[in-house]
């Protein structure tokens, strides 16, 4: 397994270009089981859960093709073969549960399987279940996968989901696109990625509303057309990579980047006497002054703090001036990379969901391993920051939702390097 090397090596200075974002691609691509026609993505980012999400669609039958080094996805489910997402791939990864909604829809069956519980929690599906139940689906539980039908098609419901679940309302959205009748959901999510993949469906000929508020509308219609979409830009890459400068100081422009996509955590990074600025190419930043003041973080669904940037700003507090407390509200056990930057000299105390950490004057280098994607860049984080040098294990966590991350912090005067494992 391949490691990757970084020694502290002062400020970075220049800039870096920001991705598509793999969680709205990987809701985008399930996006073309609902049509016939085939559905192109642009600015598709190159990440090894995009590969997992492509072999899938094949397994179904889906052509998929990646070109211009993988930056368009050509896709085209005209002759699907197959309604069965196998646990093979699904335990892989979760986002495979995405394909649920939109075989039903077209097809009135699917047979998914649960994705298993994951490093960050048990990550059920329940939300998921009422939500296409309410849609008229019928659903059972039976060898670890759901079995799910609706003979008659889906027809439209009003549904409240009792959590803002992402990945629920993907899912719903997507099926209720070809249900007859209207549907209406509340307390959807609201995150960027759910507004993306609207603008694709409606693009798609799909009639929705309310996209980006906790109600969405859907009026149900006969068939879906295919279109070309491009893949909105990283919010969670977007956030990582500000944290550079800010850990290290120096002046980093994210090109890109848009304040519309991180506007509570730029506020945090504010708090914290770090500096966002739009520019005409995207986001600048800095540090204030010598050293970032320790802020509390909870996280929430959109618009509130990002879950999927806990680990990397906890990187930051580390460093800070004074004590924070973080709060994961989103998963049961997302503080893994916790006792790993411990293991640099960091002082956290974790209880339960609440992290209290006591800034140092200096993080040292130290052999560290990454347990899941988000704790690995945080180890990389802390890493740059760090005096000497820190060896991160396991990093094909970090190549499921980072590309090019050592080519990205070389750009800007990092020392890092890939190290190829026997
Ligand atoms: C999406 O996961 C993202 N993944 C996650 O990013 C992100 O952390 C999460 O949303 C929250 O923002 C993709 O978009 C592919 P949820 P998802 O359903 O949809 C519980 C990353 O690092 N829940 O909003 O699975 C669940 O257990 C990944 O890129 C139920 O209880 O998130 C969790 O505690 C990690 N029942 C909470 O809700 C359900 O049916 C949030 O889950 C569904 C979810």
Do not use: W
């Amino acid at each position: 397994m391949d490691s990757i090397l970084v020694t502290g090596n002062g400020p970075l200075n220049g800039q870096i270009p920001i991705a598509g974002a793999k969680n709205a691609c990987l809701t985008l691509m399930p996006a073309t089981l609902l049509s016939e026609e085939p559905l192109t993505l642009t600015n598709a980012p190159r990440l090894s859960d995009i590969k997992t999400m492509t072999q899938l669609l094949q397994s179904l039958g889906a052509e998929v093709s990646s070109l211009q080094d993988g930056q368009v996805i050509a896709m085209s489910s005209h002759d699907l073969t197959s309604q069965t997402a196998d646990y093979e791939i699904v335990r892989k990864m979760r986002a495979s549960n995405l394909v649920l909604g939109p075989l039903l829809a077209r097809f009135g069956q699917a047979v998914v399987s649960l994705p298993g519980g994951c490093a960050i929690g048990a990550r059920p599906m329940d939300l998921h279940v009422e939500g296409l139940e309410a849609l008229g689906a019928d659903i059972e539980l039976s060898d670890g996968y759901l079995h799910a039908k609706a003979p008659g098609g889906l027809k439209g419901a009003v549904h409240e989901m009792r959590f803002a679940s992402v990945g629920a309302t993907e899912n719903i959205v997507m099926a209720a696109t070809l249900a007859k009748g209207t549907t209406v959901l509340k307390n959807a999510a609201r995150e960027p990625e759910i507004v993306d993949l609207v603008e694709c469906l409606r693009k798609m000929g799909a009639q929705i509303s309310g996209e980006g508020t906790s109600t969405i509308e859907i009026q149900g219609v006969d068939r879906l057309h295919g279109a070309t979409h491009q893949v909105v830009t990283d919010r969670i890459e977007l956030g990582t990579y500000m944290l550079a400068p800010a850990i290290c100081g120096g002046e980093v422009e994210l090109l890109g980047g848009r304040m519309s996509l991180v506007e509570s955590f730029a506020a945090k990074l504010d708090a914290a006497g770090v500096s966002v600025t739009e520019t005409e190419k995207g986001l600048k930043v800095a540090r204030k002054n010598g050293r970032v003041a320790s802020v509390d973080v909870v996280t929430e669904p959109f618009p509130g703090f990002p879950t999927d940037l806990q680990a990397q700003m906890m990187a930051l507090m580390c460093t800070a001036e004074g004590t924070s407390v973080l709060e994961e509200r989103i998963f049961e056990n997302r503080f893994m990379h916790a006792p790993e930057l411990v293991r640099m000299g960091a002082n956290i105390e974790v209880h339960g969901g609440t992290a209290t950490v006591t800034g140092v004057n200096q993080l040292k280098g130290a052999p560290v391993m990454a347990t899941d994607l988000r704790a690995s860049v945080s180890l990389i984080l802390a890493g740059l920051a760090a005096e000497g040098e820190t060896t991160v294990s396991r990093v094909y966590h970090l190549d499921r939702g980072y590309e090019h991350v050592v080519r990205k912090l070389e750009g800007v005067g990092a020392k890092i390097e890939r190290i190829k494992g026997q």
